[in-house]
């Protein structure tokens, strides 16, 4: 193992402590972030390449070596996140722009680090990443139909508009890594190798940026905005739980659907925030995306002991 190796097999390990340093910083000394606002997007877009670069054939032969299961992680991830979110923001009388941000959060795929985190459970882990595979590649249509579904209430939503950024920031990328994958498969599977450590840099990055351009904010609305996204996480994972175990799951099945449940992909969140809503709406995902990892963490090893 070379050092570059070590270095990412390090990174990937700690994934949670970065992220909880770098939206420390992001709070601290704003003024190293705040120029970066506008790479988002970027950001975003090489987390999504590289996730193209180590996909396969075998994460899709799941899908269709198990279609019903794959379906019912899917539907409950796109089921359940989105509801709890409408239902939090109602409940909890949640300003407009806050509202929109939890909902959209809500309504985004798995998390990158989903995998990770079953993988550290003990979880089926093939079913987990063609969970996560699936919910990556139809969220163009569902999470724009979702939004514009439930976040209505609060504010008008431009459909067309974040299904074309969605397209732009998740599934161009992922393609072209599965292009460069196939052209190239030698360096492709050498630079997987560097993955973790490329994908933590660009996620920690875009947190320390939205907490940043945020801080103001964050001071005015922070502990509500806490309060919603540990209660949205937790609840995901309680839910999705119980949503396997009605379809006669085995344990290593309820272990990826609850953690592929309830952990999102913040990072698009916040540059879909960023990009269409008040600046404000990007802080959910922002916490989220510090949050969730040091949930994600804690259930995974809770999981682990229980076989």
């Not at 599934?171 to 190798?193: E, H, M, N, T, W």
């Amino acid at each position: 193992m070379n050092a570059i190796e070590k270095i990412s097999k390090f990174v990937g390990g700690t994934f949670s402590i970065w992220v909880i340093l770098f939206a420390c910083l992001g709070f601290f000394i704003p003024q190293a972030f705040v120029g970066m606002k506008g790479d988002i997007s970027l950001l975003l877009g090489i987390v999504m390449f590289g996730m193209g670069l180590t996909l396969s054939s075998a994460d899709f032969r799941e899908v269709f070596r198990r279609p019903g299961e794959v379906a019912i992680g899917v539907v409950g991830h796109y089921l359940i996140m989105p509801l709890l979110a409408f239902v939090l923001a109602y409940v909890l009388r949640l300003p407009p722009d806050i509202a929109v941000g939890v909902i959209l959060v809500g309504c985004c795929p798995s998390g990158t680090a989903s995998n990770v985190m079953t993988f550290l459970a003990k979880g089926d882990v093939a079913l987990g990443v063609s969970i996560a595979s699936v919910s990556t590649l139809i969220a163009p249509l569902a999470t724009p139909a979702i939004i514009s579904l439930l976040a209505n209430k609060w504010m008008d939503i431009n459909a067309k508009s974040l299904f074309v950024d969605i397209i732009q920031v998740v599934i161009v990328p992922i393609v072209l890594g599965l292009i460069v994958k196939a052209l190239f498969r030698r360096a492709a599977d050498a630079s997987v190798k560097a993955l973790p450590l490329v994908s933590t840099i660009a996620i920690v990055l875009i947190v320390a940026i939205v907490v940043a351009v945020n801080k103001a904010k964050i001071l005015e609305t922070g502990p509500i905005i806490f309060v919603v996204v540990i209660l949205h996480n937790l609840l995901g994972f309680g839910l999705g739980y119980g949503f396997a175990r009605l379809f006669g799951m085995n344990l290593a099945k309820r272990k990826a659907v609850t953690l592929e449940t309830g952990m999102q992909n913040s990072g698009l969140g916040a540059a879909l925030a960023a990009a269409h809503f008040n600046p404000i709406a990007a802080v959910p995902s922002a916490i989220f995306s510090v949050w969730h990892n040091i949930s994600g963490s804690v259930l995974a090893t809770w999981f682990s002991k229980r076989e």
